[in-house]
């Protein structure tokens, strides 16, 4: 059967239906919405995400839907990003919920828990299993509507004048870390800091502090810590697949048209992908020069790793107890997780494996 | 600095300026497309996929924008929706592009080449790495425009009557499978079948075959092979990262409003991330209850995986002299996996490792 023949006997018409449908006049509310970044235009990568979701927003509502980003001090300081759009000072935010975990410790499950769920699993959990859910029953309680737009994958552990042999090595190490992490970290004997990023090259090479932790190659890379700091450690096991928020005050969220609400939806979850696409595209890149410039990758010691993931487990037992929220939706991912890890083994994580050794042997 | 001072500080209005802001009238073009899903509605998460894109730009346009998803047969049969998109008598396709590779390669690169990309090293290659301008310039001479729209993550590599021990067991083994794949397990020795789905339970039951891939966990449990094969082998090594694509008729695309265009970007986006997580969520159950059957789980020894591995870059060379597209694309995601697998192992992979030792442990 050629194909005429083939379609004439199917019946199908074979001119283009969709053009003789007629117009429809919609109505298009102009709503104009402000984005107060936390990252400052120097992270690129991730102020990026917050212009995408607005750039896509414009783009399915032919301009109708505006949303303005605005860079930390333009509209609001980094640091009240989140009162900002809870007070509904600004309609949305674009950040890491986790620099607010003090207030609520749901804000630091939002974006990543130590040892908790990378990338791939953290969309799974928000998406198709109880994690909007959960998230949204939270991010309600306290006034806003939040979604995942954006995921940094592993992050780096961090910048080291020394190296780190043993757990011992910690004792003491003046780290520059915030979150839940430095809480980590601190029941394992480090002393954690707090220090603004600015700040972190003079206090490295001022002998102020013995390590820092920032992100991942491509923004490391931008710092030039290297010059300053010899061992880059991996894996930033307290932010093994960190999600980035578009925040929005929930009676804003609630008044737009649906339409809007279904667009903003799309575009968040376009730009989850996204940024994440465009670490991995881009940090091969910054590592190779981070090693060109003479600085020594070591993988955090199990020892290190044993003890850290024991601490978390206590911690996040003390947090549950303390806030239902988090006990809900740490319980579920827990379960979450343990059957993610059962699962990747038999596909991905083995598929992996076995061409993480091709590299290895040059055979890639 | 209490809240409210520093608000006035910054002079920012505390009411909601969205609301003050006039009504548009837009003009919406109506349009009605029929999307030819390659799957029939039995394989539920993926079918589910195209139901997704079709919500989401409706839900996106209130409706101006129609996709109505077609079953095969209702429109075209399953293997007539590549013809049917391109000579334009439907305007979408929902497919693997893989099972029409024998027109010419690139379709088999653009899903998944064995020993290819990752489900998120597809989605950087594709977003941000030269992926979508070598594809589109690819689908563009097949009068064809494509976007990922559901990824399936590391497929299972089949149901096996036999233990297969060694490569040596291979040989001459009467193995259900097609694609690019089918190939690559003729070079090291199995005797490939082309069988309908619907088939494969009882030529394993009557011996007529003494193998069958078919897709992963969720999709084969709902089939029931493990009544007449014991064995279930992993991984799929030709489907580490296979993209399902929404593929639309050249002419008809360019024809749609901007708008919509960028509303079928972001939908498409949205549900290729919505897939992965689906499976990603049901999965883990699906397999437990395989296994609970009595199944037996069996990775693929070294000497299989290292001979397909040999046989894939041979024939990967042979296609790449017979279409420039092919060895264009081909060239570039080789250096892309490169790096890919080489960046994982200073994050992701490490990072893994270490919560599957805690899996193996039982302290998950």
Redesign the interface.
């Known amino acids: 059967m050629d194909?005429r023949s083939?379609?004439q006997k199917?019946g199908?018409?074979?001119a283009?239906?969709?053009?003789a449908?007629?117009?429809?006049?919609?109505?298009?509310?102009?709503?104009?919405?402000r984005m107060a970044s936390y990252f400052s235009r120097s992270f690129e990568t991730i102020y990026a995400g917050a212009e995408d979701i607005a750039r896509?927003v414009a783009?399915?509502?032919?301009g109708?839907f505006e949303i303005q980003v605005k860079a930390p001090g333009d509209?609001?300081p980094a640091e009240?990003v989140l009162?900002?759009v809870r007070?509904?000072?600004?309609?949305a935010a674009f950040a890491p919920t986790s620099e607010f975990w003090e207030i609520e410790p749901t804000y630091a499950l939002a974006t990543a828990l130590p040892?908790g769920l990378?990338?791939?699993?953290a969309?799974?959990?928000?998406?198709?299993?109880n994690g909007k859910a959960l998230l949204s029953e939270f991010f309600a309680s306290q006034g806003l509507y939040g979604l995942p737009a954006g995921n940094a994958?592993?992050?780096?552990g961090g910048w080291f004048r020394k190296d780190i042999g043993t757990l011992d090595d910690l004792k003491g190490l003046k780290f520059r870390i915030s979150g839940i992490a430095a809480k980590v970290l601190e029941k394992i004997g480090a002393s954690p800091q707090k220090l603004a990023i600015d700040d972190v090259y003079s206090a490295l090479e001022r002998n102020q502090i013995d390590a820092a932790r920032h992100l991942?190659?491509l923004d490391d890379a931008a710092l030039g810590l290297y010059r300053v700091a010899k061992y880059y450690y991996?894996?930033?096991?307290w932010d093994?697949g960190p999600a980035i928020h578009a925040l929005f005050n929930l009676?804003?969220y609630k008044?737009l048209p649906?339409?809007y609400q279904?667009?903003l939806?799309?575009?968040c979850?376009?730009a989850?992908?996204?940024m994440?696409?465009?670490y991995?595209?881009?940090?091969?890149?910054a590592?190779r020069e981070i090693v060109a410039s003479g600085t020594q990758?070591r993988?955090f010691t199990q020892d290190i790793?044993d003890a850290a993931?024991a601490a978390n487990n206590a911690l996040c037992l003390e947090l549950a107890s303390k806030s239902p929220y988090f006990k809900k939706a740490y319980v579920d991912q827990?379960a979450?997780?343990?059957?993610?890890?059962?699962?990747?083994?038999?596909?991905?994580?083995?598929?992996?494996t076995?061409?993480?050794i091709?590299?290895?042997a040059g055979?890639?």
Chains 1, 2 share one sequence.
């Open positions: 194909r083939f379609f199917a199908l018409a074979t283009g239906a969709a053009m449908t007629p117009a429809i006049a919609q109505v298009s509310q102009k709503v104009v919405w896509r783009e399915a509502t032919d109708a509209a609001v009240r009162d900002a007070a509904g000072t600004v309609e040892f990378n990338p791939r699993m969309n799974a959990w928000f998406y198709q299993g994958g592993t992050q780096m991942g190659p991996y894996p930033a096991f093994a009676e804003k008044a649906p339409r279904a667009i939806e799309d575009a979850a376009a989850n992908t996204g994440m696409a465009s991995d595209a881009k940090n091969p890149r590592l990758l993988p790793l993931f827990l979450f997780r343990k059957d993610a890890y059962m699962l990747t083994q038999v596909g991905d994580y083995t598929f992996d076995f061409m993480v091709q590299q290895r055979k890639l």
